[in-house]
Nanobody
Framework: VQLQASGGGLVQAWGSLRLSCVASGRTFSGYAWFRQAPGKGREFVAGSTWRGEKKEYADSVKGRFTISRDNRDNTMYLRMNSLKPEDTAVYYC???????????????WGQGTLVTVSS
């Protein structure tokens, strides 16, 4: 099983980015994006059941970020709009075999991709 994240980069405040995470090896019940800012712990950003019946977002990103998945190639996405400097972090994709989306005990993790938002 492998998760490969990409799409990070440098963007100005109020800009947009889309992160991608390709999953291979099996299917899952839930997936999510987490982030870790410099000097801080890892935090939940957004999560979804595999088929999209249920989606959850951290209050700090609600209305700005959208989690989704492409059924054709098992690619997971995080669309980030209206980015703020406080969104600067390493973003990780993760997948699990149940629906505890906000829990951080995911079995499978991608390698992380850095998002830097300049003011």
């Amino acid at each position: 099983v492998q998760l490969q994240a990409s799409g990070g980069g440098l963007v100005q405040a109020w800009g947009s980015l889309r992160l991608s995470c390709v999953a291979s090896g099996r299917t899952f019940s839930g997936y999510a994006w987490f982030r870790q800012a410099p000097g801080k712990g890892r935090e939940f950003v957004a999560g979804s059941t595999w088929r999209g019946e249920k989606k959850e977002y951290a209050d700090s990103v609600k209305g700005r970020f959208t989690i989704s998945r492409d059924n054709r190639d098992n690619t997971m996405y995080l669309r980030m709009n209206s980015l703020k400097p406080e969104d600067t972090a390493v973003y990780y994709c993760a997948a699990r075999l149940d629906w505890a989306l906000r829990s951080n005990d995911y079995a499978y993790w991608g390698q992380g991709t850095l998002v830097t938002v300049s003011s």
